[in-house]
């Protein structure tokens, strides 16, 4: 599972408005001005792809959306890429496909590195995916993404997001069996990452976190960051439970929080099946808008985490749903607004910057 040689990625028939599509709407609403634009950012969360379904996002769309003209901007300094299973080999051994992936985004990161598109240092780190279902015959993979990745590979995602009812595969449509995670086989390949000095990223919904609390504490010196502040779902069966979710994530999210090589990821909050339907609107929100929402998910995270091992990402383009780059950070920089200084270096840069071993700011 998971190679996708055609080059759709895992995505073909979800609820997604190209990049076209979003364009129009997000026009109808003035970009705003950036709040605080001297605050160094690193976003620890982006993806590249071309597939028919979602359409093209490679670097001109990043950078466009990070600085868009006319309007004062945010100051991401460095980003990461996070694997969306884009651009995997065409030809050879079928485990070895998506060091394509790396090998893609390596070439993007170089092209950013040499200055010749502005200062961001884009994919200065890289995340990829690798099967860890091959058991410890990941470690050829990880090595060889070790390898394409020219000092930018930091670890790989898994993605695990599985709800039994069809509806909600609409939002996420990796066939993935439920509790892999718990799987010896796994748990095997999981237990190459450390050796290597990878990281793991811990992408399910929130009724899978108890999955990811086991994981956590069994493999304590695994680096782990969780996806998404632990993949909300308010749709098909979900929806209009929102209170009795909240009870069931904030007590996963606490417990998680007690695994000191646990890091968590303060966005993805656009994504539709957050069930804010901010994409339904005629007119795109502002960032008072999407703080309102969006915090109930994020302060209870930083809370229990604390802001050494809390990020805030932007997980663009599939946030894009829910509005504009400029209006995101805004919306973190309203959440963050009693927080100290250092306080918001660690939120904005300084946790990032230590997990995925970047140039600190």
């Not at 709407?25 to 634009?37: F, I, K, M, N, V």
């Not at 868009?68 to 901007?73: E, L, M, Y």
């Not at 998404?228 to 009795?244: F, Q, S, T």
């Amino acid at each position: 599972m998971g190679h996708f040689r055609d080059g759709t990625g895992p995505y073909t028939g979800l609820i997604f408005r190209k990049d076209a599509d979003l364009k129009a709407w997000l026009g109808q609403r003035p970009t705003e001005d950036a709040l605080e634009p001297d605050l160094p950012i690193i976003d620890p969360h982006h993806h590249f792809w071309d597939t028919p379904h979602r359409g093209r996002y490679f670097l001109p769309d990043l950078l466009a959306d990070i600085a868009p003209q006319g309007v004062r901007s945010h100051n991401i300094v460095a980003t990461v890429f996070l694997e969306c299973q884009a651009m995997y080999r065409k030809d050879g051994p079928a485990e070895m496909a998506s060091v394509g992936e790396v090998e893609f985004v390596n070439g993007i990161a170089a092209m950013a590195a040499s200055g010749t598109y502005g200062p961001c240092r884009v994919a200065e780190g890289i995340v990829g995916w690798a099967d860890l279902m091959l058991g410890a015959g990941v470690r050829d993979v990880l090595q060889a993404q070790i390898a394409a990745g020219g000092g930018r590979f930091k670890g790989i995602r898994y993605g695990v997001a599985y709800d039994a009812d069809p509806s909600v595969g609409k939002f996420a449509s990796r066939p993935i069996p439920p509790h892999i995670v718990l799987d010896k086989t796994f748990r095997e390949g999981f237990k190459q990452l450390a050796p290597l000095g990878l990281s793991f990223e811990s992408w399910q919904y929130h009724p899978q976190l108890a999955d990811a609390v086991d994981l956590a504490r069994s493999f304590p010196e695994t680096t782990m960051i969780l996806n998404h502040v632990g993949g909300i779902l308010a749709v098909g069966p979900y929806r209009g439970k929102r209170d009795e979710n909240y009870a069931a994530w904030h007590a996963n999210i606490k417990e998680l929080a007690k695994c000191p090589n646990m890091n968590v990821k303060l966005g993805g909050v656009g994504m539709t099946h957050f069930g804010f339907d901010f994409h339904e609107r005629d007119t795109p929100p502002g960032s008072a808008d999407l703080a309102a929402a969006w915090k109930m998910y994020i302060e209870p995270c930083i809370e229990a985490f604390g802001v050494d091992r809390c990020m805030f990402e932007s997980n663009f383009p599939p946030d894009k749903q829910s509005g504009g780059y400029t209006e995101l950070w805004n919306a973190f920089k309203i959440i963050a607004q009693g927080a100290t200084a250092a306080e918001k270096t660690a939120l904005f840069s300084g946790t990032a910057a230590r997990v995925y071993r970047l140039t600190q700011p």
